[in-house]
């Protein structure tokens, strides 16, 4: 039987409004203005409930956020409560990957929150410039999502709007989940309604199925939502899309999302499983909590990252052997390399994000002779993850990805770390692309001289020397190569070398 909208209307509207056919207003610019101890300095957007501007609180000298609530909902005294409400739910939670509130305060009608101010952007802005996200920059920021959930969930606080929007990036590599502004408090386990009954709050891209059906949700409607924008950071695409709001909502109810590995066959089952168990219609069905989900995503890390590189397996949840998962041989995701590489057009910016494995709509020429960007100066990070963070945002940047290379040993003064091999590995397909093919050599023949002692490093030089070998000419040497890494089925080759090294196999073919 199919489930069925409560509130059919309710599920259409996507800003948080007192009515339909309430006319567009907003806020008088407050810029220059002083509420309390912040000085207005400038505009920055606008939201469902507020306009938000940049400020410096005085007392402490430090630039902050300032929500004010819109004027056409300071007639509504259940808008005003909820706006409060905010403070207070998201107030209470001290967290690095939580936006943290600082203060709520009223001055001549006029109600606002000061927050915390992140610099950067949010996680649509990064989709939006680099399409699919490839898996480490995902989990990256799923993992943190995910402790900011376990947090809220904990205190007894459900955010309702889980929503790329709402994930802020700073340039530091962190993730926040900003705007707590739908939460819902849960006191002596009761719920503190904050809203009418039955009208549903949220996006609908990403609602979960009780919130459609305006149904009491819990931390289980986040985890969902949390689930359904991990599919978008890894599919491209959300799980669903229709022509309405409504159309999308009725799907979240009804209807099952394509597999993940049709839109990303490079992805491990165990990733694409966790993805699913997230957005599992009952809620009974998905993770009971994100301290679970956490604890899958940093086991699937350190997986990937080597530290179990000698099995072809990954596991979600080691105290579950049922949930032991296959990991099938990569495919190719993208069209060839050759293929991918864009000049800019006259009509418009295309951004560079060979990084994140998407396709490219433009060729170049002869994209192997392109000229890089000329050097700039890397900012040096506080950790040499935030570095591989940096450089994969940054994409196609060998500037970026040399300063990961040549991040300082730590104090056990270890040079192997999983974030130091993969860049090396980057910087040799950039050289590759860019025809700098000696330089490109001379990296993937360090990695093999390495042997045994590390079957990663070892497997990836093999595989960049067959690529070196092919595009030299030499056939049979390739050849040979790709057999001896065809050979080592417990290892898991970069997608990017992978897929150069299917156009070898190709291009020995036809040799």
């Known amino acids: ?97 939580i936006v943290q509130v600082y203060s709520i305060g009223e001055q001549d009608g006029i109600h606002f929150i000061a927050q915390e101010y992140v610099r950067g952007g949010n996680l649509r802005d990064l989709m939006r410039k680099r399409g699919p996200l490839e898996l480490p920059l995902a989990l990256h920021l799923m993992k943190q999502v995910a402790a900011a959930l376990q947090v809220a969930g904990a205190a007894g606080i459900v955010h309702r709007d889980i929503k790329p929007e709402n994930i802020l990036l700073t340039k530091k590599g962190e993730a926040k989940v900003a705007d707590f502004g739908l939460a819902q408090l849960t006191q002596g386990g009761e719920r503190v309604a904050m809203t009418q009954v039955g009208i549903t709050m949220g996006t609908p891209l990403y609602m979960s199925p009780e919130q459609v059906a305006g149904k009491p949700v819990d931390h289980r409607s986040d985890i969902y939502s949390f689930g359904a ?23 979240h109810l009804n209807d099952k999302p394509r597999s993940l590995k049709e839109h990303r066959p490079d992805l491990p089952a165990a990733v694409c499983n966790l993805v699913m168990q997230m957005m599992a219609k ?9 301290q679970t989900i956490l604890t899958d995503i940093k086991s699937l890390q350190k997986q990937l990252a080597g530290k179990d590189a000698g099995s072809s397996e990954l596991l979600l949840g080691t105290s579950q052997p049922s949930r032991r998962l296959k990991l099938p041989s990569a495919r190719l995701l993208d069209r060839p ?72 040993a730590g104090p056990d003064g270890r040079r192997d770390e999983m974030e130091r091999k993969s860049a090396a590995v980057r910087l040799a397909i950039i050289y590759l692309q860019h025809d700098r093919i000696d330089e490109a050599a001379q990296i993937f023949h360090e990695f093999r001289q390495i042997g045994a002692a590390d079957p990663w490093r070892e497997t990836h030089g093999i595989a960049g020397e067959a690529i070196v070998a092919s595009l030299r000419g030499n056939v049979a040497q390739s050849k040979q190569l790709i057999d001896d890494v065809d050979r080592r089925t417990n290892t898991l080759i970069d997608a990017k070398l992978k897929q150069l090294l299917d156009e070898a196999r190709e291009r020995n073919s036809r040799g």
């Open 1 to 97: 039987m199919r489930a069925e909208i409560t509130n059919p209307l309710a599920a259409m509207s996507t800003e948080t409004s007192p009515s339909d056919s309430a006319p567009p207003s907003s806020t008088t610019d407050l810029t220059g203005r002083t509420l309390g101890e912040f000085q207005i300095i400038r505009r920055l957007g606008k939201g469902g409930m507020a306009e938000v501007y940049l400020a410096e609180q005085t007392s402490l000298q430090r630039q902050v956020a300032i929500k004010v609530l819109r004027t056409e909902f300071l007639s509504d005294a259940a808008y005003v409560k909820r706006f409060k409400h905010e403070a207070t739910a998201a107030g209470g939670l001290n967290h690095p990957n």
């Open 337 to 408: 390399l050759r293929q991918q590489l864009l000049r800019l057009g006259l009509s418009g910016v295309v951004v560079l994000a060979a990084g994140a494995g998407i396709g490219w709509t433009q060729r170049l020429r002869d994209p192997f002779l392109a000229p890089l960007p000329p050097p700039v100066e890397v900012p040096q990070q506080a950790t040499i993850s935030g570095q591989y963070f940096h450089a994969m945002v940054q994409g196609n940047d060998e500037a970026a990805w040399k300063a990961v290379v040549d991040y300082p």
């Open 282 to 290: 009952r809620r009974e069905d998905r993770y009971a909590d994100a």
């Open 229 to 251: 924008m991990s599919y978008h950071m890894l599919a491209g695409r959300p799980p669903f899309t229709g022509e309405s709001p409504l159309a999308v909502a009725v799907q």
